[in-house]
């Protein structure tokens, strides 16, 4: 009952819940293949089609002439962790509809913190396919500095949980897996295209100056730019400060979605 | 007030309302301890509502429960570290063993690493199923599935047992195991709701209590509910369902 009360059952509970989830993981292994083909074949085939139509000038936090696989690298990472916190939120629909969703909410635990752990176990399981993605990335020849593959992590594990609560968030209002195509139509692919992820904003304001802007206000734009700069041991302040408001927006949303006094299953039978 | 302080379920003026359908209204009763309380309701009736307030998926605008003395809107931490709950939909994660199943459940409620192994154990055991702890749930059969999520409600010794629909699927000898056990738990002191839309598992003696729209149609023992007449045809001309 005191202030100091003991953490062991708070740790033990987030220590399962991430358990439960790499071992899901692992038993979907064509999952696993499918997040690490996906930035590969952006990588290799888009990448080397627009490699001829796009010049990149020097641009922080590069310091040198750079190709587009390089320049694209960073959004390829934080494409892993987009639809990796999509589909953890489609398995959160999927595991309302199998009930085990009611399993962890009917713990003792405040709701919460169950959901921050769903939502670290998630990001875990998506820092691990970034890495893995960097590491074909390398034997295809793009490295990165050593030490960027070191101060990446703590940006990868804010935008990971940020996109999470994202998909915490469009979880709770989807009632349906079939509605989830609906969240690839108009999330993910809009979050991704109309950001820093594929082409520079300068570039994109000698085409539209409105499209700049809206790519400008994406969170997802931030992230991107977090984790370029951090992949080149820089902190982009304004990336890291527009990062941090869209997750405490976002996961107090999720927080307030998942109330039982709005009601898990408020929404129809 | 009224309603003595137990350690079992205490639901007082409980409503509750889907946008302008409502799915419960004024739904009060209590369930002491050592009781084995079947629901009995058609389908639409408002158990899945009830259940839902009961295990705090959602919590009611109006009215209060107690489960085992604590307040579940004041308190929901107590109330439900003193819950045990066999859903309606299967819970388990197929591709983990029983005993991983079980382990994840007894971390979600604090259980002390060193004391699981026991605990699943003897729950496992308590059901028949020590020998299946390390097969994947996928190979189990409905009954075993079944078996598996009652012993996980069990494995921290709770004082009331919430149980909702859990024959649903399965054979009449599981169905029977299942229900049977059930009645052993109350008769060793737990507080066991079950709800059911079946009468054929109810027995004579059970405490009865009867949901129709969304309120209490009937409270008290089988008996003297069914007053002579089979419990099904009862059932039936009551809720307006007969043939």
New interface residues.
């Given amino acids: 009952m005191s202030a100091a009360a003991d953490v062991t059952p708070y740790l033990r509970a987030m220590q399962a819940i991430m358990a439960r989830e790499f071992l899901r993981f692992v038993h979907q292994r064509s999952r696993f293949f499918a997040a690490l083909l996906r930035p590969l074949v952006w990588l290799l085939a888009f990448a080397a089609g627009f490699r001829a139509a796009l010049g990149l000038s020097i641009t922080p936090p590069y310091q040198t002439y750079i190709t587009y696989e390089v320049y694209i690298v960073p959004g390829l990472c934080a494409m892993v962790l987009l639809f990796n916190g999509m589909q953890s939120s489609l398995s959160l629909v999927y595991d309302r509809e199998m009930g085990s969703m009611r399993l962890l909410l009917t713990s003792p635990l405040p709701r919460w913190w169950l959901l921050l752990s769903r939502l670290l176990a998630s990001t875990a399981i998506s820092i691990v396919q970034v890495y893995a993605f960097l590491g074909v990335a390398a034997l295809f020849g793009i490295t990165l500095p050593a030490l960027g593959y070191v101060t990446v992590l703590p940006g990868l594990v804010l935008g990971g949980v940020m996109l999470g609560a994202l998909g915490l968030v469009l979880s709770s209002f989807i009632r349906q897996l079939e509605n989830f195509a609906g969240v690839m139509n108009f999330v993910i692919f809009p979050m991704f295209f109309l950001s820093s992820a594929l082409y520079p904003l300068w570039k994109m304001a000698e085409s539209s100056v409105l499209l700049r802007d809206i790519c400008a206000v994406n969170p997802f734009t931030h992230v991107v730019e977090l984790i370029r700069f951090l992949l080149y041991v820089e902190l982009n302040w304004s990336a890291l400060g527009w990062t941090v408001l869209a997750t405490a927006v976002l996961g107090g949303l999720a927080i307030w979605a998942y109330d039982p006094a709005r009601g898990l299953t408020n929404r129809g039978g | 007030m009224k309603s003595p302080l137990n350690k079992g379920i205490g639901a007082e003026a409980l409503s509750f309302r889907?946008g302008a359908k409502t799915a419960l209204e004024d739904v009060s009763f209590s369930v002491a301890q050592g009781t084995f309380c079947a629901l009995l309701g058609p389908n639409g009736a408002g158990k899945?509502t009830l259940y839902?307030l009961l295990?705090?998926?959602?919590?009611a605008?109006q009215g209060h429960i107690r489960i085992a003395g604590h307040d579940l809107g004041q308190d929901?931490?107590?109330a439900?570290?003193r819950?045990g709950?066999v859903?309606?939909?299967?819970?388990?994660?197929l591709?983990?063993s029983v005993r991983?199943n079980l382990?994840?459940?007894a971390?979600?409620?604090?259980i002390?690493?060193a004391d699981m192994p026991r605990r699943i154990d003897r729950a496992l055991s308590r059901l028949g199923m020590a020998e299946r702890a390390g097969e994947k749930v996928r190979a189990l059969n409905g009954g075993h599935r079944r078996r598996t999520e009652l012993a996980r409600a069990l494995l921290h010794d709770p004082q009331v047992l919430l149980l909702d629909e859990p024959t649903v699927g399965l054979d009449a000898a599981s169905r029977e195991a299942i229900t049977a056990h059930a009645h052993d738990l109350a008769e060793q002191g737990m507080c066991v709701l079950w709800a059911t839309h079946l009468t054929d598992e109810i027995r004579d003696t059970d405490r009865l209590l009867v949901l129709h729209r969304g309120r209490v149609l009937a409270d008290g023992i089988a008996r003297d509910i069914r007053a002579g007449a089979p419990l099904k045809d009862w059932f039936l001309s009551r809720t307006g369902l007969a043939a």
Avoid: K
Avoid at chain 2, 55 to 59: H, I, S
Avoid at chain 2, 87 to 93: A, G, S
Avoid at chain 2, 107 to 110: M, Q
């Fill in positions: 889907y899945s839902a295990t705090r998926l959602l919590v605008p929901p931490r107590a439900l570290a819950m709950v859903f309606q939909q299967p819970t388990l994660d591709d983990l991983q382990r994840y459940f971390a979600l409620h604090g002390a690493r």
